[in-house]
């Protein structure tokens, strides 16, 4: 079935350090993809999404470029603030259903 | 409007025991979404409603478990007979969109510990 893998965490970085978190998906035809984030205590939120390919997602200066050939949707910023610290879950819709992966922490040490 | 809203945030019981879950959803949305999530996993999707239509069911959801939405607006989970592996916590959704294109707005969750 469809499915969505990415990088186990933690990952920790320091502040105003470039940042990927890599995503791939498995589905059939060319599901719309999501990077939701869930910062501490509160719910999770939907960051950035591409609906077809080639299309990229941005938002609060992160990025991510739905990758046909690559199948990948890689989450990329610049330049990581303490307050980027979360969880973050790259998903796909399937079937009105979105199908999330199992979330990469994230940590950015002042 | 101040989102979705889901109660108990939390609830501890004892093995056996039934449970129910409530949520309160974005007021205009028409779907609205169960997931659980367990530690170190994403969420995990269990039903969703169209209005007050069960349109889909998880074929990983145990017989223990239903839900409802009876008049399209709120909806509650039901456990019956809770076992400890039923500890998680449980996510609602709501959305506008037809078909999954569009955003899902979370509620924080109702966390179940099963003892």
Not at chain 1, 22 to 30: E, I, Q, R, S, V
Not at chain 2, 54 to 67: H, I, N, P
Not at chain 2, 90 to 103: F, I, K, M, N, V
């Amino acid at each position: 079935g469809d499915s969505v893998t990415q990088m186990e965490g933690p990952v920790t970085l320091s502040e105003e350090a470039c940042l990927t978190i890599n995503c791939t998906y498995t589905a059939t035809g060319y599901p719309s993809l999501f990077w939701y984030v869930q910062y501490p205590g509160e719910g999770l939120q939907l960051l950035l999404k591409a609906t077809k390919a080639d299309d990229k997602g941005s938002n609060k200066g992160f990025e991510a470029t739905y990758r046909k050939e690559t199948t990948s949707f890689h989450l990329e910023k610049g330049s990581v603030q303490v307050s980027d610290s979360a969880v973050y879950f790259c998903a796909l819709n399937r079937d009105d259903k979105i199908i999330f992966g199992k979330g990469t922490r994230l940590h950015i040490l002042p | 409007d101040t989102g979705v809203s889901q109660d108990p945030r939390h609830k501890i019981t004892k093995r056996g025991q039934n449970v129910t879950f409530r949520c309160d959803p974005i007021s205009e949305h028409n779907r609205l979404y169960w997931y659980r999530q367990t530690l170190g996993q994403g969420p995990e999707f269990l039903t969703y409603f169209q209005n007050e239509a069960q349109l889909e069911k998880s074929r990983l959801l145990s017989d223990r478990f239903s839900a409802e939405r009876p008049k399209g607006s709120f909806s509650t989970l039901e456990i019956q007979r809770t076992e400890q592996g039923d500890s998680a916590m449980y996510l609602c959704a709501s959305s506008l969109a037809q078909g999954a294109t569009g955003e899902l707005f979370f509620g924080e969750g109702s966390r179940l510990t099963v003892l």
